[in-house]
């Protein structure tokens, strides 16, 4: 299963989400030392694509139910 990928903020690069939080990479282009460096965007929260609703608003009783109390 593959994770749904967003340009990260910091390098624009396309990154994979898991959980809520970009995961971590590396900056873009060569390394001039052999140290490991991730780019600032890494483990960064990830905005939501939209808000999800937890119930419907604007819509009333549906026929056939009752009221809880």
Do not use: K, N, W
């Not at 624009?12 to 939080?21: F, H, K, N, P, Q």
């Not at 890494?42 to 009333?60: I, K």
């Amino acid at each position: 299963m593959t994770s749904p990928r967003r340009a990260c903020p910091v390098c624009t690069r396309r990154i994979a989400v898991v959980g809520g939080r970009f995961a971590r990479h590396d900056p873009p282009g060569r390394r001039a030392d052999y140290d490991l460096v991730s780019c600032p965007g890494s483990r960064r929260l990830a905005p939501l694509l939209h808000t999800p609703a937890l119930f419907e608003t604007d819509q009333g009783p549906s026929a056939g139910q009752q009221t809880l109390f």
